[in-house]
């Protein structure tokens, strides 16, 4: 290692670093390093400047196609205070969720939050099968707990460009059931919604054709995860069906109708405008 000396010159207020080591090149001239280089490591310096060659790379680098997320992503950091903790909405209070592989986190949104970190966890310290999740919305979908769990807990921390780690919910907790979400029901060979969007107000017309009687329960959540309609053992009949939903008090936006029996879960979007 090259041994440095560094001498703190002070004239007339002015406070800057000398490197007066000698260090030569391959050539035998001595090197005079530019010490209020801004890529530099001296110390002292009342300002500091690039060179232009520095300043030259600066700007191609920014123009070029991999720093396009610079030039078209512009916004004003948010450095309002966070100081209130997050609302647990869904699941608290140990509630029983199904589908086990398929649940909505769901929370009130917290002043002046930009972000969110989700924890998961099968323990009260939050150190077994811990899971780490960042999301911009008030709820975050799971598609990968585990089945006939009673020892779920979840917690959220609110962020922003400023505050971190400040105020966190309490952990809540929720057990998980043995439902599977899967993409068909055996006894369901057809499902379509029309018509689909459909207006404010008419009737949701579920068109199904089924392989035999069967007993299952409807349900509709909305695009931030809040369910808005629910019909507990609604009896679908063998061959063509069609089931009435009413629309009248849902407000207008995408929605997700599920069918859901021991079997699994069969899901639909719907836009309702």
């Given amino acids: 290692m090259i041994p440095l000396q ?5 004239l007339d207020g ?7 080591t000698v260090v030569n090149d391959p050539a035998g001239v001595r090197i005079d390093p530019q ?15 690039f060179t232009y060659d520095q300043s030259a790379l600066k700007v191609a680098d920014y123009n070029s196609s991999r720093r396009n997320y610079l030039r078209t992503y512009r916004r004003t950091p948010n450095t309002n ?5 997050p609302n647990l909405v869904f699941p608290i209070n140990q509630e029983l969720v199904d589908p086990y592989n398929d649940i909505t986190l769901r929370w009130d949104p917290v002043p002046n939050a930009g972000f969110y970190v989700v924890e ?8 077994v099968d811990y899971k780490v999740y960042t999301t911009k919305n008030p709820f975050l979908r799971l598609r990968n707990l585990l089945a006939n769990r009673p020892d779920y807990r979840w917690r959220v921390t609110p962020y922003n460009e400023a505050y971190f780690d400040v105020v966190s919910s309490p952990i809540q907790r929720f057990k998980t059931g043995i439902v599977n979400s899967v993409s068909q029901i055996e006894e369901i060979s057809y499902m379509d919604i029309v018509p689909n969007p459909i207006s404010q107000g008419k009737s949701i017309e579920i ?3 089924n392989l035999a009687n069967f007993q299952g329960n409807i349900s509709m959540i909305n695009a931030a995860g ?18 009435l939903i009413p629309s009248d008090n849902m407000a207008k936006g995408l929605y997700f109708l599920n069918i859901n ?13």
């Fill in 120 to 127: 998961v966890s099968r323990s009260s310290s939050m150190d």
């Fill in 207 to 209: 068109w199904m054709n």
């Fill in 35 to 49: 010490e209020n280089n801004m890529m530099g490591y001296f110390i002292g310096c009342s300002s500091y400047i």
């Fill in 226 to 243: 809040v369910k808005v309609f629910e019909r507990a053992n609604q009896f679908f009949n063998k061959g063509d069906d069609k089931i």
């Fill in 261 to 273: 029996t021991t079997e699994g879960i069969i899901t639909k979007k719907l836009i309702l405008q």
């Fill in 6 to 10: 560094i001498i703190i010159l002070v």
């Fill in 81 to 85: 205070t966070i100081s209130t903790a």
């Fill in 14 to 20: 002015l406070v800057c670093s000398e490197f007066t």
